[in-house]
């Protein structure tokens, strides 16, 4: 009986020399001998070539061995940070969904630093196949442990074996993503003997069909030989993966809907107009601030000036800074506005330092004297009060705080901002009202001079109104809170 014989070539798909890699050679593998990867290179590319999609396919592969299929694959191809192929390639699904999207990643990649993304993808059903290479350690880095290792197995960074108490069970990662909703296929696969191979080779075809066919998220995990890092000869690997890997990574087909589920395209992604983009991204500019070659040269910016700002979470502290740090902007100050606050955020202190300098500013921080500290609660005067110098101005809340001692020459100014602010209808506007109380010191007490004293309120509004362009009444509430806050100092 006479027998067809086939000639089987290299794929297509591969390149006949491998112009990408980097160096002289650019002919041969550098996968080490007896490596999985190198099969499951050869699967896909058979694959890819069968299906005829060599021009559709973006292959995604991030750092790990997986990186190197970039020399290899004659189709198009990303090399990504390690863990952050599902989101590149939810990316390139999205915007080009005429492409087919594979991702091929490492159990150290997959498992450890880029599960979060992985599974986020898998969730959300991205247009992808996914190849998923467990050779039971992180191998290009020379052999540490992997979420995959198995209990007792040596590697690297577990020299006496895998200590579960201590470093946790393997991860079965088929078995996880199978308790997700949308994923349609889902199947784990071992490159070992030649009938596991073949299953292989189905199962990526399968993987392929769907991708192909637009029908949702596929998953394939493969069981790999990496001989160099588990130090053992290619048939005790073998033995390896069939006999001990597979006690946790049984093989088989955890879930194929690839039969019923619907062929669902995603739609090109949507053009927006170049204006609309620009407007939304930069609103029309208002017709504030100064020239930009305006430099204030009065003597009191001749050093940067220290404010600090400090209260309850909750007091409008921080955008107190915010607005100081935007008023200087206006006038072209280089400036800084650095928050701190508890984890508690609201009720627990908070406080900002904001500098302002006509120079570059060197550290946003302010750790020992200020020229200005606003204090609206005890604790944070008395927390801050060493910060005050000789010449400093202080600005409290003298309706519920008492004044600690202080240097003799701190300029003190008590204005019960709360009260105001809640007889003007809105405790939230107490932070104008102590601007206000603010601009009344700095001009009674001549550390403004000249034309600074009326631009001072000038550009305070400036930034009012730049901060809440889409609110007239918020506008108008904190023009009154500044003027009621500038009043009651005056009084
Ligand atoms: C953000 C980041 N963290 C760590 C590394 C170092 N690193 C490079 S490859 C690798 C392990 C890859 O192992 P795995 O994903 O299992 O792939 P394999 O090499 O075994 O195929 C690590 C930790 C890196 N390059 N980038
Ligand atoms: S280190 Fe392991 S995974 Fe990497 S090429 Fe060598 S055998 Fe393959």
Not at 248 to 268: I, M, Q, T, V, W
Not at 355 to 380: E, M, Y
Request: glycine share 8%; proline share 6%.
């Amino acid at each position: 009986m006479s027998k067809e014989i086939v000639k089987f070539g290299k794929s297509p798909v591969f390149f006949d020399s491998f112009t990408r890699r980097p160096g002289p050679v650019k002919t041969n593998m550098h996968y080490c001998p007896g490596c999985g990867h190198g099969i499951l290179h050869k699967l896909l590319a058979e694959a890819i070539a069968d299906r005829g999609i060599q021009e559709k396919v973006m292959l995604v592969a991030p750092v790990g061995c997986a990186v190197m299929a970039y020399y290899y694959f004659n189709c198009g191809c990303i090399s990504v940070p390690h863990g952050r192929a599902p989101a590149v390639g939810t990316g390139i699904a999205r915007v080009a969904p005429d492409k087919m999207v594979i991702s091929y990643q490492g159990d150290g990649d997959l498992a450890a630093i880029g599960f979060n993304e992985f599974i986020q993808a898998a969730n959300r059903g991205e247009k992808m196949s996914v190849f998923f290479v467990n050779n039971s350690n992180y191998g290009m880095t020379g052999g540490q442990m992997a979420p995959t290792t198995l209990p007792g197995q040596k590697t690297t960074t577990t020299p006496y074996g895998r200590n579960v108490e201590v470093d946790g069970y393997p991860m079965k990662v088929c078995e996880l993503l199978n308790s997700l909703d949308v994923p349609v296929y889902i199947e784990r696969c071992a490159l070992t003997s030649t009938a596991n191979i073949q299953k292989a080779r189905k199962s990526i075809g399968k993987a392929l069909d769907n991708l192909r066919d637009r029908k949702g998220f596929s998953f394939v995990e493969l069981l790999c030989a990496c001989p160099i890092n588990l130090r053992k000869s290619a048939a005790d690997m073998n033995k390896f993966i069939d006999e001990e890997m597979t006690k946790y990574y049984p093989l088989g087909c955890f879930r194929d809907r690839s039969a019923e589920s619907e062929s669902k395209p995603l739609p090109p992604p949507p053009i927006h107009d170049p204006e609309t983009v620009r407007s939304l991204l930069y609103p029309k500019k208002l017709d504030i601030g100064v020239a930009h070659t305006f430099r204030n040269e009065s003597k009191l910016f001749d050093r940067e000036l220290r404010l600090k700002m400090a209260g309850f979470g909750g007091q409008g502290i921080l955008s107190l800074g915010i607005m100081l740090a935007n008023m200087a902007k206006l006038r072209n100050f280089n400036v800084s506005w650095l928050p701190s606050y508890g984890p508690e955020q609201r009720g627990g202190s908070a406080n900002c330092s904001v500098i302002v300098s006509r120079n570059k500013i060197g550290s946003p921080i302010i750790d020992s004297s200020c020229d200005l500290l606003i204090a609206i609660s005890q604790t944070a005067l008395d927390k801050f009060k060493d910060e005050v110098v000789p010449g400093s101005v202080l600005i409290y809340d003298s309706s519920t705080m008492t004044l600690p001692p202080l240097p003799e020459g701190v300029i003190i100014c008590g204005v019960n901002a709360s009260e105001i602010a809640l007889k003007l209808g809105n405790a939230k506007c107490a932070n104008s009202v102590l601007l206000g109380a603010l601009a009344a010191v700095l001009k009674k007490n001549n550390i403004l001079e000249g034309g600074d004293k009326a631009d001072f309120d000038k550009v305070f509004n400036e930034a009012v109104f730049e901060s809440f362009s889409s609110k007239p009444e918020v506008i108008e509430l904190n023009r009154l809170a500044f003027v009621e806050g500038e009043k009651a100092v005056n009084a």
